[in-house]
């Protein structure tokens, strides 16, 4: 049997299949993602390339309004930017600046999270006292102050170079807990199995331990957590976009389009703001009716 | 037993060995409730060797500590006082050396959690070759553990499948495999047939026996289940709240128990012969290890109880009459126990 007919066989794919919400968010998903990362190569234009605006084409209305054109077919900005386009090219930054942060809160929480819960005692305790009290402050605080850190460190130029990886590092460091907590939980249950007894019988390290014996049997509640964090950390970096400290306007995300296109609003204008939010919204709900999806798939007690 | 055999050192040998466990509430709380800190004695001073070639089973009730002398035989604990010898040599010492760890494996009781789910079997069987450095790369691995794998009755292209497609018995021989692929001397089994159906049992305990047969294997066999000790075991020790209150030859444990519990362990044993009569259960429950009866710690449940067994903790000295038993009881040294006049019946 080829790899692709036992995957289409398993019981991941089969509940996949009956799940009419999964299918639906998983297309929406995967037409976000695809326009997003393949912008460069599917937008009709380039909103970047300087020479191609021409201002005699801003405040175009979409194609269904009376003045619109099929040229833009969502209309243009102040600029005269195709909008569909500026929305392309920033759900690529704002997908990357997700995924990289939550990758980097994985690695980070899982990190901390094993060797809390494999080491217990003092390492333990100062662990998770200090994702305690980071839990205590709203994860757009704590963004915030690393952000408004590095702003007042660095100089300006300097600053809106690496603006994306403050972000993503504001971003990730921010929701790092959730992660360790998971993976604490599961780690001290796991610890005292007698799988891993056997492996200390043997004389296997603490590490390698965690890594080959601890690790892969913590990956289910992982995978649900890093999903349903994904749609949280684009909307954490929309938000710090559209308070005019996460990306800069010269690398826009759909947050700081949304932000851009605020001020518009009431000269009506609308399609400015309103479009980069539907999509902001159709690519977070997609994501996290996936990661809902994945949860309930993966939990035995609800199959 | 001839004079090379009697010096030969043990290969396992347990000398005074005690494991206490911190069971205090964390600083703050104590404080605040002005307690002191509270220790659980799961094993109180303990000692037996076991020669090799040789079963050395352990039996006794839930909480009396027969686990903890497992994982400590293994080297799981740190003892807290005493010592554990391997060959005569301090267990953490001997498991600093690779060639000496490679002697020592331990089957463990529940089949369901002692093989990591996430595995395959030839994985799970190979990981000590891989640790040990027995075997590399992975073609010699592979065919190595469906060695292993033929050796305990199942088929080498199991190593393929995961723990989940196999029943109980069949884990618990893949957990026999891992064991032995290192080619061990001394294997520690901590119950490991009272998580299996009867019929499977039986099979198990074949299977250890033949290989202790072909193989020279010794045995620390953990149990409380009689019939299984009575079965597999040389010599055979009584546990009680962390001590030993009785060791014999197999046989002549069964046939003279000298410890009034040892006696009362015999008489609930279901027997044919003795169906449809009152049985004695043994009075009370076991009291708390965190705080022990003072002297004798059976004394509350003993009928043979007096002033000393309350006040005097007794010694592991050969009984009067069966030389070769030994057990920890004043009433017995004294000759209260009435064991003459039921010889003599």
């Known amino acids: 049997m ?25 297309i929406v998903a995967l037409i976000c993602i695809v326009g997003a990362v393949a912008a460069p190569v599917l937008a009709p234009y380039n909103p970047f390339d300087l020479a191609s605006l021409d201002l005699m084409d801003a405040f175009n209305p979409p194609a269904f309004m009376p003045e619109g054109s099929l040229a833009h077919p969502i209309g243009t900005d102040d600029q005269g930017r195709d909008v569909l386009s500026a929305i392309m090219y920033g759900a690529r930054m704002s997908l990357f600046v997700g995924v990289s942060a939550t990758a980097f809160s994985l690695l980070l929480g899982v990190l901390l999270g094993l060797l809390a819960g494999y080491a217990g005692g003092t390492i333990d305790a100062v ?101 349903l964090n994904l749609g949280l950390a684009i909307i954490s970096e929309a938000t710090l976009s559209f308070l005019g400290v996460g990306l800069p306007q010269t690398q826009p995300s759909l947050g700081t389009l949304i932000r851009v296109g605020n001020d518009f609003l009431f000269s009506g204008e609308w399609w400015i703001t309103v479009f980069p939010g539907v999509a902001l919204i159709a690519m977070v709900l997609s994501v996290n009716l996936l990661g809902d999806w994945l949860r309930d798939a993966l939990n035995p007690r609800l199959r | 037993m001839s004079e090379a055999k009697a010096l030969e050192v043990p290969i396992f040998e347990a000398r005074d060995l005690s494991r206490h466990f911190d069971v205090s509430k964390p600083a703050l709380q104590r404080l605040l409730s002005r307690e002191g800190r509270r220790t659980l004695r799961a094993v109180d001073g303990v000692s037996f060797a076991i020669p090799r070639g040789t079963t050395f089973s352990l039996v006794g009730e839930s909480g009396c500590g027969k686990s903890t002398v497992a994982r400590l035989a293994v080297g799981l604990y740190p003892p807290s006082g005493g010592a554990a010898l391997f060959e005569g040599q301090e267990l953490a010492e001997a498991r600093k050396s690779v060639a000496q760890r490679r002697r020592m494996g331990m089957i463990f009781q529940d089949p369901y959690a002692s093989l990591n789910p996430r595995w395959r079997v030839s994985d799970i069987v190979a990981e000590p070759l891989r640790a040990f450095g027995i075997a590399e790369g992975a073609a010699a691995l592979r065919e190595k553990a469906g060695a292993l794998l033929r050796q305990v009755g199942l088929s080498p292209a199991d190593g393929g499948r995961y723990p989940h497609e196999f029943s109980g018995g069949q884990r618990q021989r893949i ?130 109880a007096n002033g000393r067994c309350r006040a005097e903790r007794p010694a592991l000295i050969a009984a009067r009459g069966t030389p070769e038993t030994l057990v920890a009881c004043h009433a017995v040294e004294e000759g209260r126990d009435g064991f003459e006049g039921r010889a003599a019946a």
Not at chain 1, 9 to 24: N, Q
Not at chain 1, 192 to 206: D, H, S
Not at chain 2, 200 to 228: C, E, P, W
Not at chain 2, 264 to 287: F, H, N, S, T, Y
Request: hydrophobic content about 50%; charged content about 20%; some cysteine.
């Open chain 2, 175 to 304: 957990s026999i495999a891992r064991a032995l692929s290192s080619n061990p001397d001394f294997l520690v089994c901590d119950e490991p047939t009272s998580a299996l159906d009867v019929s499977v049992q039986a099979q198990i305990l074949n299977l250890m026996k033949g290989l202790q047969r072909d193989l020279g294997l010794t045995y620390l066999f953990i149990s409380h289940n009689l019939a299984v000790v009575r079965q597999v075991s040389d010599r055979v020790g009584v546990m009680y709240l962390g001590r030993i209150v009785e060791a014999a030859p197999a046989e002549t444990l069964f046939t003279v128990p000298r410890h009034p519990y040892t006696r009362a362990l015999m008489e609930a044993i279901p027997d044919l012969d003795m169906a449809g009569r009152e049985r004695q259960p043994v009075a009370g429950e076991v009291p708390s290890p965190i705080d022990p009866p003072s002297g004798c710690t059976f004394n509350p449940r003993c009928p043979l």
């Open chain 1, 2 to 26: 080829s790899a692709i007919a036992r995957a289409w066989d398993s019981d991941l794919a089969y509940s996949f299949r009956r799940s009419p919400t999964a299918v639906l968010s998983a």
């Open chain 1, 127 to 227: 662990l998770m006292r200090i994702a305690d009290v980071q839990l205590t402050f709203p994860n757009i605080l704590i963004a915030l102050l690393v952000d408004g850190v590095a702003r007042a460190a660095l100089p300006r130029d300097l600053h809106d170079q690496i603006a994306v990886y403050v972000v993503i590092f504001a971003i990730g460091i921010s929701d790092w807990p959730r992660f360790a907590r998971t993976v604490r939980g599961s780690a001290m249950v796991e610890r005292n199995k007698e799988y891993v007894l056997a492996a200390r019988v043997i004389g296997i390290g603490p590490a390698r331990i965690m890594l080959t014996h601890v690790l892969p049997n913590v990956l289910g509640p992982l995978l649900v957590l890093a999903t």
